[in-house]
C-alpha cells in the first residue's frame, strides 16, 4: 500500500511538472512580436541585421518574420491578428481602417516621391498621363501606386472612369506589361528599377509634384495598448538601421541584393530614391493621409468615410 501511494504521489508530481511546463511553454509562447514585411524596405534590412531578437529576448519576446508580396495583405493579416507590426505605403492603411481593421499609425519615413512610377514600354507611342485616356493601366489594387495613379490623371485632365484599371500583384502584372496585354504599370521599387533596367520602361510620371509617398508603419491597436514598449523598441533599431542605411547605400544593396534577387546596380538605384528617417507621426503628415482618403472616397473606392486621426498614435502614447 505505501509504494503505491508512493507510486501515485511521483505520478501526481509528475502530472504537475509537466502541467507546469506545458503552461510555462505556452506563456513563452505567447511573448511573440509578428512582424510582417515586404522584399524591400528597413523592415527587410532590421530582419537581416539581426539586432532585434537579442534586445527583445531581453524582454522575453521571441521575433517571427513573415514575408507579404504587398501592403494590402499585410494589412489584412494584422487585422485578423496574424501579424502585431508592420509597414506600408500610403493607400493599404485607408482601404484596411473603412474595412474596420484594427490598426494604428505609429511611424513614418519622409516622402520618397521618386519611388513610385507609371511606366510604359520604351517604344510605347504613349507620352504623357493625359494619353493613358481609354488605355489599360495595371496596378496593385489598394497599394501605395493606386493614389499615385488617381491624382496623375487628375492632373492631367483625366477621370478615373477614363481609364481602365487592371488590378495584379507585381509579378503578374510585369508578365502582362512585358508581353503587352497593357499599356502602362503603375508600381513602385524596387521593382520599377528593375523593370527599366531588365526592359527600359519609361516614365510617364513618378510622384514628384503629385503625390508625397510615405512610408507608415503599423501596430494592432491591442498589441500596441499591451505593448507599447515593444513597439517603441521595434522602432528604436529601425531608426538604428535607417542611419546605417543612409550612411552607406552600397553596402545595404549588397545586403539587400541577395534576398531580392535582384542585381547590386539596380538595388542601388532603387535606394537612392528612398527616404531615411523614422518619424513619430504629425498632425500634417495624418492630415496628408486624410487627403488620400477623401480622394479614395470621391471615386467611391472607399465605402464610408473615415477619420485618419482616430489610428494615429500620439507622440508619447
Do not use: C
Request: glycine share 8%; hydrophobic share 45%.
Amino acid at each position: 500500500m505505501r509504494r503505491l501511494i508512493q507510486r501515485l504521489i511521483a505520478a501526481i508530481v509528475l502530472s504537475i511538472g509537466i502541467v507546469a511546463a506545458a503552461v510555462g511553454t505556452s506563456y513563452g509562447q505567447d511573448k511573440v512580436v509578428s512582424i510582417g514585411y515586404q522584399k524591400y524596405g528597413k523592415l527587410v534590412l532590421l530582419k537581416s541585421k539581426g539586432t532585434l531578437e537579442p534586445k527583445l529576448a531581453a524582454d522575453g519576446y521571441k521575433v517571427v518574420w513573415t514575408e507579404f508580396p504587398s501592403g494590402p495583405p499585410l494589412l489584412e493579416a494584422l487585422n485578423v491578428g496574424a501579424i502585431d507590426f508592420g509597414n506600408t505605403g500610403e493607400a493599404p492603411p485607408i482601404f484596411a481602417q473603412a474595412a474596420g481593421a484594427p490598426i494604428q499609425y505609429v511611424a513614418y519615413e519622409p516622402p520618397a516621391p521618386k519611388g513610385e512610377a507609371i511606366l510604359v514600354p520604351k517604344d510605347s507611342p504613349l507620352k504623357s498621363v493625359a494619353d493613358l485616356r481609354g488605355k489599360k493601366v495595371v496596378l496593385n489594387k489598394g497599394s501605395n501606386v493606386h493614389y499615385l495613379l488617381v491624382k496623375a490623371l487628375e492632373k492631367a485632365g483625366v477621370k478615373y472612369s477614363e481609364i481602365e484599371p487592371v488590378f495584379l500583384a507585381p509579378a503578374d502584372a510585369r508578365a502582362a506589361f512585358e508581353r503587352g496585354a497593357v499599356d502602362a504599370w503603375v508600381i513602385w521599387d524596387p521593382f520599377q528599377a528593375a523593370a527599366e533596367a531588365a526592359t527600359g520602361a519609361r516614365t510617364l510620371a513618378d510622384g514628384s509634384n503629385i503625390v508625397a509617398n510615405y512610408q507608415f508603419y503599423f501596430s494592432s491597436k491591442k498589441f500596441l495598448e499591451a505593448n507599447p514598449n515593444i513597439v517603441d523598441a521595434v522602432l528604436a533599431e529601425l531608426s538604428a538601421v535607417d542611419d546605417w542605411a543612409k550612411g552607406d547605400i552600397h553596402a545595404v544593396a549588397e545586403q539587400l541584393a541577395p534576398s531580392i534577387g535582384l542585381p547590386v546596380p539596380v538595388v542601388e538605384v532603387a535606394l537612392k530614391r528612398q527616404s531615411y528617417g523614422i518619424k513619430v507621426i504629425t498632425d500634417a503628415v495624418m492630415a496628408d493621409q486624410q487627403q488620400v482618403a477623401d480622394a479614395f472616397l470621391a471615386l467611391g473606392l472607399i465605402p464610408k468615410a473615415i477619420k485618419i486621426s482616430d489610428v494615429a498614435r500620439r507622440p508619447g502614447s
